[in-house]
T-cell receptor, first 112, second 115 residues
């Protein structure tokens, strides 16, 4: 999601439920995508990546889906835990370059 | 703990001061980056070094001066900053500098306040 003013979009989820975070990217030339998690006072932490020749990739409790037709990326977190509370950023990288650009971020709040 | 180490963690400086931010990685990565992050905003790219040479400068004001002494170290020299330069400055590194298909590993940043 895109940030508006000083407010990040927020997703509140019950502990144990699944979370889905969405991201629309802008550059049709992007061919590499990454999801990062950022906790308060820390730098972005790599979660999972996907290349444009794939439409789905799974990690431990996380799945990334890529729809190039509509330029949409999503991150699914299974059985969300309190430690998953953070701000999540998608990031895109254009072909043959190292110019990783971040989306606006989504805050995930896990309710016990 | 992150494998990219940034010092100092916090820095307060006046507009006439000169200071430097430091970043170190020992993962053998050949690309290093500086990003700037304002509160509740995503990180914004400032500079990219590839094999110790500056490859990208995102039109950053000259009061920010990057330096890459060797493949493990990256500095950001600061001079005559403005209060609006207050932000979290993040360093990152990645393995593949040419193809762009490897993830960036970030440090925990230096929280800079310009008074």
């Amino acid at each position: 999601g895109e940030s508006v003013g000083l407010h990040l979009p927020t997703l509140s989820v019950q502990e144990g439920d699944n979370s889905i975070i969405n991201c629309a990217y802008s550059n049709s030339a992007s061919d590499y995508f990454i999801w990062y998690k950022q906790e308060s006072g820390k730098g972005p932490q790599f979660i999972i990546d996907i290349r444009s020749n794939m439409d789905k990739r799974q990690g431990q409790r996380v799945t990334v889906l890529l729809n190039k037709t509509v330029k949409h990326l999503s991150l699914q977190i299974a059985a969300t835990q309190p430690g998953d509370s953070a701000v999540y950023f998608c990031a895109e990288n254009p072909t043959a370059g190292n110019k990783l650009t971040f989306g606006g971020g989504t805050r995930v709040l896990v309710k016990p | 703990d992150t494998e990219v180490t940034q010092t100092p963690k916090h820095l307060v400086m006046g507009m006439t001061n000169k200071k430097s931010l430091k970043c170190e990685q020992h993962m053998g990565h050949r690309a290093m980056y500086w990003y700037k992050q304002k509160a509740k905003k995503p990180p914004e790219l400032m500079f990219v070094y590839s094999y110790e040479k500056l490859s990208i400068n995102e039109s950053v004001p000259s009061r920010f001066s990057p330096e890459c002494p060797n493949s493990s170290l990256l500095n950001l020299h600061l001079h005559a900053l403005q209060p609006e330069d207050s932000a979290l400055y993040l360093c990152a590194s990645s393995q593949d500098s040419a193809g762009g298909n490897s993830p960036l590993h970030f440090g925990n940043g230096t929280r800079l306040t310009v008074t």
